[in-house]
């Protein structure tokens, strides 16, 4: 098993193009986890799937962000018209449900500079 | 809503010498987990350390130790014989459904 796997590591766009990234979670962990990290910040929840269903999703996450899980295994999110704003750390995490005790694994982020 | 507090921006330390880092969250469950995670400048998130709400006893991992005080919903972390290795961004998590984390401390090891 290696681990939480998201690509691209790094992402540079110009302002109003589309980005889309992968996390290809560990392959028994049926909950997987987006987060948004800023410089100097804590991680932000940003949505969240058990299996194929997505099952939070958090204000944060607007109208211009989707994620998809469509076979239970690897995620992807999208951010469509990028912003300035948008510029951050994408990270995404799984776990097994159930195991709450065992926290999340991490994957090495998708670094997204939006210019 | 659940919120987790890390009051200290920075904090630094000698090696071999002993720090802690203080955590506070809000919650109005009763049943939950509390976790400590590193960030090395690489920006891997690794887990440090874990505690359940329902065990009394603080949780230990070789050089690292909790002093969990449910009551006052409090959540330290003492890192014991500081080592180099150790200088990062140190955050606290809860997790009733999902991790909420704190803004985290960045923690400074010097010779």
């Known amino acids: 098993d290696t681990g939480v796997s998201q690509n691209p590591r790094h992402k540079i766009t110009k302002r109003g193009q589309n980005v889309t990234f992968r996390c290809d979670p560990i392959s028994e962990h049926n909950r997987l986890y987006w987060y948004r990290q800023t410089l100097g910040q804590g991680p932000e929840f940003l949505t969240y799937f058990q299996n194929e269903a997505q099952l939070e999703k958090s204000r944060l996450l607007s109208d211009r962000f989707s994620a998809e899980r469509p076979k239970g295994s690897f995620s992807t999110l999208e951010i469509q018209r990028t912003e300035q704003g948008d510029s951050a750390m994408y990270l995404c995490a799984s776990s097994l449900a159930g195991q709450g005790a065992r926290g999340y694994t991490f994957g090495s982020g998708t670094r997204l500079t939006v210019v | 809503a659940q919120t987790v507090t890390q009051s200290q921006p920075e904090m630094s330390v000698q090696e071999a010498e002993t720090v802690t880092l203080s955590c506070t969250y809000d919650?109005?469950?009763?049943?939950?987990?509390l976790f400590w995670y590193k960030q090395p400048p690489s920006r891997q998130m690794i887990l440090v350390i874990r505690?359940?709400?329902?065990?009394?006893q603080n949780a230990t991992e070789n050089r690292f130790s909790v002093n969990f005080q449910k009551a006052a919903k409090s959540f330290s972390l003492k890192i014991s014989d500081s080592q180099l290795g150790d200088a990062a961004m140190y955050f606290c998590a809860y997790r009733y459904d999902k991790l909420i984390f704190g803004t985290g401390t960045r923690l400074q090891v010097f010779p």
């Open positions: 505690q359940e709400a329902y065990k009394q």
């Open positions: 919650t109005s469950e009763s049943d939950y987990y």
